[in-house]
């Protein structure tokens, strides 16, 4: 397959993802178990012989979910409420829902309320990540996790079909980062929706199918290399839940940016970490949960050893990038608690950024165009008049 | 057809609801500003104000070595060889007028934008209001409506409001609702339109915050020339604004700047340009590409869109 075809893949899967999940159960016989998105381990459904479906904001108005839930709740959530609401969900055979915000619970009530004929597995992580403690209470849940899909295929889960497929998704996230990494050196020019496609589809499809597009991909991004692309090379943030609209992506791009990072989780949040493929694998699931909050900080949890901050501003200088967007779902609690520390340290270390709250009733873009370009252009000139003043 | 030996430069400001046109000659000198009203994004209110501004330089668009667009309609000129955003322009224009300005406050008519400028003049952070109108001309407008006062003696009148009155600073509409209610409850238009105008420099405040006070602070855009949102806004910042003579046109000045960079410092202008034209030519026939139409083979512009 050609590069494009297979983003066209990827785009026909991330787009359209509850039809597309439809399509695999029906080709397959695969029960089918969405879950919000962060933190659920996809590996245990993947093991009981499930297809895994991160829920995904849909593109669609919202509506009837109108009613069900408050105005005030973030995109995603209304979005996912609206879904459940309109009969979207009907066709899944089970749903995993994490309490990582306050408004993700509330939700997740009112899927459940709307869905009485749907499996509903509620699990609660440990938030805490660096007590003593915090290690056996990940395990506890995931173990809890792992019996609640037990019971819904009626059999065991054995230790060695884990290990099966926590190696097929280390595999696929290791693929993912190879995408990155091309793009970070500039031998790939990937857009910055090309890159989402190729992550969100993974939230969606069978990850096996999903890495044989991937490595023939990469084959072909690995035997050329594209012309290096000019402009400001900018690192985007933020979107822990849901992928940022592509027309924002797009329209960065076509100010004159050029996304060369991001910790995004349609990004780099999704792929960062990898789970032991030795050992008991919920003990490995456990400690991957806590992993990979360092590796990329979460602000749904609390971390002595993480600093979001200054993770961000090691991240920017290991990709060479000029500048930060973020990208804030508005309503977003846990980004508006973080954000304060995030614009003082920038502003500290003079690195510029610009503050972007998406919505999911988002349309008119002109607005935010003249704030990027405006953004693009400070961090140009400034860059320039720097060159100038260390060229004198 | 422009040509580079031409010997002024234009600005154009595309806004909302104005366009304003300045014209420099090569050593600076403004030798013309023009500004038309014609609705929202007119294309007829850029003509007029080009129109209109050649006339008063007494010359014709043949004499225009480069012309730089700002503005919410600033890429829909052709005449136009580039375009900056109206913060870049506003901050150039204003310090340009006002040279140790380190804040620049520009109520436009859609928009409000709060810019901090850095010592060596270039802009440093800003603040924009995003969807809502509340705060911006649009905003008085609507409510010179409500109250059924012409736009231009709503500042005079607000002047000698008497009773302290207090409106939402949140959203326009909901304004407006308050200043019919406030209406309906015999309050007298004086008062209301303080309320109005106390709003407007609240809801300004709210921007300042976000990229910090500083001073001296400009302000520009049409707004400026209202007395009452002046007044208002020196009372909740507790200094004096700067206020250029003409404040409107600060941002077609900083654009007409720009073009004036091209023609005097192409070096400069050709650093910026050349970063431009490799992402451009990258990203030919990839969904990004900004190409526009195809030139004429006989045509070799230095600038702007037409390098496809």
Same mark, same amino acid.
């Given at each position: 397959m050609s590069r494009d075809a297979i983003f066209s893949a990827f785009e026909h899967a991330a787009e359209q993802p509850l039809e597309s999940a439809r399509a695999w159960k029906q080709a397959h016989g695969t029960p089918v178990v969405g879950s919000f998105p962060m933190?659920?381990?996809g590996e245990l459904a993947h093991a009981a012989g499930c297809l895994p479906v991160i829920l995904q904001e849909s593109q669609e108005p919202i509506t009837v979910g109108h009613g069900m839930i @408050?105005?005030? @709740?973030c995109g995603y959530t209304r979005s996912v409420v609206d879904q459940a609401c309109k009969g $979207? @969900? $009907?066709?899944? $055979?089970a749903i995993m829902f994490g309490d990582h915000c306050v408004q993700v619970l509330g939700a997740a009530d009112v899927v459940r309320a709307k869905l009485p004929n749907t499996r509903v597995h509620f699990y609660q992580l440990i938030?805490?990540?660096?007590?003593?403690w915090s290690l056996g209470r990940a395990r506890e849940t995931f173990l809890l996790l792992r019996e609640g899909l037990e019971e819904m295929i009626g059999h065991p889960i054995a230790d060695d079909a884990i290990h099966a497929s926590i190696q097929l998704f280390n595999q696929n996230r290791a693929l993912l980062r190879r995408l990155y990494d091309l793009r970070r050196a500039g031998t790939a020019n990937i857009t910055a929706k090309q890159m989402q496609l190729a992550v969100k589809s993974s939230m969606v499809m069978d990850k096996a199918s999903h890495n044989a597009l991937l490595q023939q991909l990469l084959d072909e991004l690995e035997s050329s290399s594209d012309r290096q692309q000019r402009g400001v090379r900018v690192y985007l943030s933020g979107h822990f839940c849901q992928a940022p609209k592509l027309g924002v992506l797009d329209l960065i791009e076509d100010c004159g940016?050029?996304?060369?990072?991001d910790d995004l989780y349609h990004g780099t949040r999704y792929i960062s970490t990898d789970v032991s493929e030795q050992g008991d694998p919920i003990s490995a699931l456990a400690e991957w949960y806590l992993a990979r909050n360092l590796k990329v900080p979460c602000p749904t949890r609390v971390d002595q050893n993480a600093d979001w901050e200054n993770y961000l501003l090691k991240a920017m200088e290991n990709s060479n990038a000029q500048g930060m967007i973020v990208l804030m779902a508005k309503f977003c609690e846990p980004h508006m608690y973080y954000y304060p520390e995030i614009k003082e340290a920038f502003e500290r270390h003079n690195m510029p950024h610009l503050l972007i709250e998406t919505e999911h009733?988002?349309?008119?873009l002109e607005g935010l165009r003249t704030r990027i370009e405006s953004f693009l252009e400070v961090v140009k000139r400034q860059a320039n008049a720097q060159a100038r003043r260390v060229a004198a | 057809m422009k040509s580079s030996t031409a010997q002024y430069v234009m600005g154009i400001d595309? !806004? #909302?609801?104005t366009s304003k046109t300045v014209i420099l000659d090569r050593a600076g000198n403004m030798v013309a500003s023009a500004i038309a009203h014609k !609705? #929202?994004?007119s294309n007829d209110g850029a003509m007029v104000s080009m129109a209109e501004a050649l006339q008063q330089a007494g010359?014709?668009?043949? =004499? %225009?070595a480069r012309a730089v667009s700002t503005g919410? !309609?600033?890429?829909?000129? =052709?005449?136009?060889d580039k375009s900056y955003t109206e913060i870049t322009c506003h901050a150039r224009g204003a310090v340009h007028l006002? &040279?140790?300005?380190r804040l620049v406050i520009d109520i436009g008519g859609q928009d409000s934008k709060v810019i901090a400028v850095d010592a060596n003049g270039l802009v440093s952070q800003f603040a924009m209001n995003d969807?809502?109108?509340?705060?911006?001309g649009k905003f008085l407008e609507a409510l010179a409506r409500a109250v059924q006062v012409p736009l231009e003696e709503m500042g005079p009148m607000a002047m000698t409001a008497v009773e302290h009155l207090s409106i939402s600073n949140m959203c326009a509409t909901f304004a407006e609702t308050e200043v019919v209610a406030l209406l309906a409850e015999g309050k007298r238009k004086h008062d209301v339109l303080g309320a109005v105008h106390a709003a407007i420099a609240s809801r300004t405040l709210g921007l300042i915050a976000r990229v910090g006070k500083r001073e001296p602070v400009v302000m520009t855009g049409g707004?400026?020339?209202?007395v009452a949102a002046v007044h208002h806004l020196e009372q909740v910042l507790g200094m004096k604004l700067r206020i250029p &003579?003409?404040?409107? %046109?600060a941002g077609a000045l900083g654009a007409a700047l720009f073009a004036l960079d091209e023609i005097t410092s192409p070096d400069h202008a050709d650093e910026e340009d050349r970063v431009d034209t490799e992402m451009a030519a990258a990203r030919? !026939?990839? &969904?990004?590409?900004?190409?526009?139409k195809p030139l004429p083979a006989n045509v070799h512009p230095l600038h702007g869109p037409a390098l496809h």
């Open positions: 933190h659920f381990p @408050y105005p005030f @709740y $979207d @969900y $009907d066709f899944l $055979d938030s805490s990540m660096s007590d003593p940016g050029i996304v060369v990072d009733e988002l349309t008119a | 595309f !806004g #909302s609801t !609705g #929202s994004v010359i014709t668009e043949a =004499d %225009i919410y !309609g600033r890429r829909m000129l =052709d005449i136009a006002v &040279p140790d300005a969807r809502c109108a509340a705060g911006t707004v400026a020339k209202n &003579p003409d404040p409107q %046109i030919c !026939g990839t &969904p990004t590409c900004t190409a526009k």
